[in-house]
Every structure is written in C-alpha cells, then in structure tokens.
C-alpha cells in the first residue's frame, strides 16, 4: 500500500465527478474533453514505464490483486496525476470491466502524426487498415511489440484507437508502439514509396519474380497464426513488477 494520502475520496454514486467520468466511455465525450482511459494494473503498469503523463488516477483499495498497487500510485502522483479513491460501488460504476482490479488512470490522448514519429532505417511498419472491432486493434498492437514493431499506421480507420478496449486488448503496448492514425489515401502502395517503405509483397515479388502462389498464400497465413500465438503466451508468462 502507498503512504500517500489522496487528495479526494467519493463514496457516493451520484457525485458528478464520478457522472463525468462515466461520460469518458463515449468516445465524443472523450474527444471533447481530450481524455484517454487505462484501466487496470498490467496496463496502468506499462503506461507509467513508457512515460505517459497521467491527469488522475482513480483507485479502490478493496479491489486490489497484488501488493505492488501502491508503487503505482505514487509514481501517477509523481507524475502530476491527481489521486482520488472510491468506494467499490464507485468504482464498479466507472469500471467497463466484470472484475475490476482497483486501478484507472484518465490521462491524454495519444495523437501520433508522421511528422512527429522518427522512424529508423529499414523499419518494420504494421499497417491496419479497416479494422473494426477495438480488441483486434489492441491484438495488432500486441503483436507488433513482440515483433518489435517500430510503429503501427491504423489506415481507413473504423475504430478509435483512444477506445479503452484497445488499451486493454493490448495490455498497454498502445504505450510502447507508435500509432499514428492516418486516412485511407496515405496506405497507397505510392505513399510507401515515397517514404521508401516497402511491403512485404513487394520485396516478395523482388526476390522470386514469380506470381502468386496459393499454396505459398496458405504457408503464410499459417506462420502468421502461430507467431500470433506465440506472442500471446509470450506476454502471459511476464512477469508484473
């Protein structure tokens, strides 16, 4: 447990600032107020090791798994987070889980542009495009830190890459690997060659000079799979400090 007292304690459902933050689920309320959601401890976690400045952090002592919470609070203070706790009906109300661990931090956005991302040379860039659902958004992200990814460009978006279920999907890795959102126009094959990216069915082509063969088509999906698999059981077996 920390030895820092919070500056707020709520224990009443109907408190506006509780009503607020229970607006922030909706993601023009989390635009108008430029507000990003991280729920959890895992994720919380990866967000403080990756530098992220949160505003608040939210907790409930009762719901607490482990012993290392308190760590967490004081570095979110450290970091200018105001501290606020709650009861656990407060917090099962602002929570968007079944099983709540005790821990949110409301902090901002991040807005990555191809202006302000460095990219080094040679870098390996995943590209999702259309993607639909925030949990597979979060299982690319997942997978393009294990892969050591040096960023993530989310093309013809139909998902909010702010949504607090691409935060958890991704166990935070939101924090790690650069997203940039881009429009539909900037995943032409012409735009990554400007930038000197190339695909990997362009080095394909360079290297073989044949065309496609479905069996080869059959092979990579199924090596796809497993490295998708295998990323997973990666991030299971770490352990939280």
């Known amino acids: 447990m920390s030895n820092i007292k919070p500056s707020l304690v709520i224990t009443s459902t109907s408190n506006q600032r509780i009503k607020d933050i229970v607006k922030l689920r909706q993601?023009?309320?989390?635009?108008?107020?430029?507000c990003l959601l991280v729920e959890g401890y895992r994720e919380v976690k990866r967000a403080l090791d990756n530098n992220y400045k949160p505003n608040t952090i939210i907790t409930c002592p009762e719901l607490f798994m482990g012993e290392h919470e308190g760590k967490l609070i004081e570095r979110s203070v450290a970091a200018?987070?105001?501290?606020?706790?709650?009861?656990?009906?407060?917090f099962?109300?602002?929570?968007?889980r079944d099983r709540p661990d005790g821990l949110i931090l409301?902090?901002?956005?991040?807005?990555?542009?191809?202006?302000?991302?460095?990219?080094?040379e040679n870098a390996l860039v995943v590209v999702a495009e259309s993607i639909e659902k925030p949990g597979n958004l979060g299982t690319i992200l997942r997978s393009a830190d294990a892969a050591g990814a040096s960023a993530v460009f989310?093309?013809?978006?139909?998902?909010?890459v702010q949504n607090p279920n691409v935060v958890r999907a991704s166990i935070g890795?939101?924090?790690?690997?650069?997203?940039?959102?881009?429009?539909?126009?900037?995943s032409s094959p012409s735009f990554f060659k400007y930038l000197s990216i190339y695909t990997l069915s362009d080095i394909r082509n360079v290297?073989?000079?044949?065309?496609?063969?479905?069996?080869?088509?059959?092979?990579?999906?199924?090596?796809?799979?497993?490295?998708?698999a295998l990323s997973f059981i990666r991030y299971e077996k770490k352990e939280l400090v």
Do not use: W
């Not at 099962?92 to 968007?96: D, E, L, R, T, Y």
């Not at 409301?106 to 080094?120: A, H, K, S």
């Open 27 to 34: 993601r023009s309320h989390r635009d108008q107020k430029g």
């Open 80 to 90: 200018g987070a105001e501290y606020i706790s709650c009861s656990v009906p407060v």
């Open 207 to 228: 290297i073989l000079n044949v065309e496609i063969n479905p069996i080869m088509i059959i092979i990579s999906i199924v090596i796809t799979l497993v490295f998708i």
């Open 173 to 186: 890795t939101l924090f790690s690997v650069p997203v940039v959102d881009c429009s539909s126009g900037l």
């Open 92 to 96: 099962m109300k602002i929570s968007a």
């Open 106 to 120: 409301i902090g901002p956005q991040i807005r990555n542009t191809l202006d302000t991302i460095n990219l080094p």
């Open 154 to 160: 989310v093309c013809d978006k139909c998902t909010d």
